[in-house]
């Protein structure tokens, strides 16, 4: 009855405010916020799981589809905008299989030059390329037993494409200049911001190897979707920038207030830069006044 009697209040609040700025966009991106954050529990003591901060419904699903495909070696695709957390979930993912303790290995796969990337992932012989000093494993033989996340799926080229598919649907792989082939038994977590499905239609991913990366999506929802977890996120956030910077910092209830009704575009990252940038500027606790100007003009 409480909750109902303050939601009661901060939307007669609301209210007030919209008519006073003659915004009924603000109005709604407030009120949508309001409703976020008096769905995600605040006292339950439940702050997140498998090292991942959130008690909003949406994070709850995450958690629940990661508990459940964990311990299957299926792939797993992670789709997510940027710095919402999609490594730290291919993260949870090895950590909750049976392959914990193996290794978990990541490939970025838009940092490395086309060129490489095969070498990077199957291993190359000695001499088969200028700079080939050495035989040297890919990550392939190097996650044997563990985990494979190639983040940026997305940007790997076409012709990459079809050989990482004839390495996933034969389970060997071959060094760049080797006749000799690699039994793998590798699991591999890819992830990307960009839709494949589109790319599908488009001619820029192969369909194939869609499907055989997409057995069960784990769709990561922009911070905006889930303010309720702003304030558990910025508390957790604050006590580990309070390592970074040397000195005890708290966060106030209006510097809180004012997290919550931003919009986030860069996710959970960019509200670690934010507070890691105020921590600095605060004077023990960091205050509404801290944060970054942009933040405090229009509701996202
Ligand atoms: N739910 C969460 N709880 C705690 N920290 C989080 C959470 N989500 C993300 N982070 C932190 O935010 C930062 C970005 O997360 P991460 O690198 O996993 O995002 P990403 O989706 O892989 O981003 P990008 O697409 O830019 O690679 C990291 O420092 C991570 O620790
Ligand atoms: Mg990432």
């Known amino acids: 009855m409480s909750d109902v009697n303050s939601l009661e209040d901060r939307l007669a609040q609301l209210v007030a405010e919209a008519r006073e700025a003659g915004s009924l966009d603000a109005l709604r991106a407030r009120w949508r916020t309001l409703t976020e954050v008096a769905a995600t529990p605040r006292d ?42 999609k490594e730290l979930v291919a993260r949870a993912l090895h950590e909750q299989s049976r392959r914990k303790g193996k290794p978990f290995l990541a490939e970025n796969c838009a940092a490395v030059p086309p060129n490489l990337l095969e070498s990077e992932l199957f291993g190359h012989k000695r001499g088969s390329f200028t700079g080939a000093v050495a035989d040297r494993p890919g990550h392939f033989v190097a996650a ?8 940026e799926i997305g940007d790997m080229p076409l012709e990459m494409q079809a050989k990482l598919l004839r390495v996933l649907q034969e389970g060997e792989v071959r060094p760049v200049g080797s006749n000799k082939t690699t039994k793998v038994d590798v699991r591999i977590v890819a992830a ?44 957790h956030l604050v006590k580990s920038v309070t390592g970074e910077i040397g000195r005890e910092v708290d966060i106030s209830e209006e510097a809180l207030e004012a997290l919550e009704q931003w919009s986030w575009p860069g996710n959970v990252r960019e509200l670690e830069n934010e507070l890691r940038r105020a921590a600095v500027f605060a004077d023990g606790t960091i205050r509404r ?6 933040l405090l003009g229009e509701p996202g």
């Open 192 to 235: 990307t911001h960009r839709d494949l499905v589109a790319m599908c239609k488009t001619g820029g991913f192969r369909e194939d190897l869609y499907f055989r990366l997409n057995v069960v999506t784990i769709e990561l929802p922009p911070l905006r979707e889930r303010k309720g977890d702003v304030r558990l996120l910025a508390r």
């Open 144 to 151: 044997n037993g563990g985990t494979l996340f190639l983040d």
């Open 44 to 85: 339950a003591g439940e702050t997140g799981r498998f090292g991942l901060i959130g008690a909003s419904p949406p994070m709850r699903a995450v958690f629940d589809l990661i508990e459940r495909v964990a311990p299957s070696d299926v792939s797993v695709l992670i789709h997510g905008e940027t710095g919402s957390g």
């Open 289 to 294: 006044e801290d944060l970054s100007p942009r």
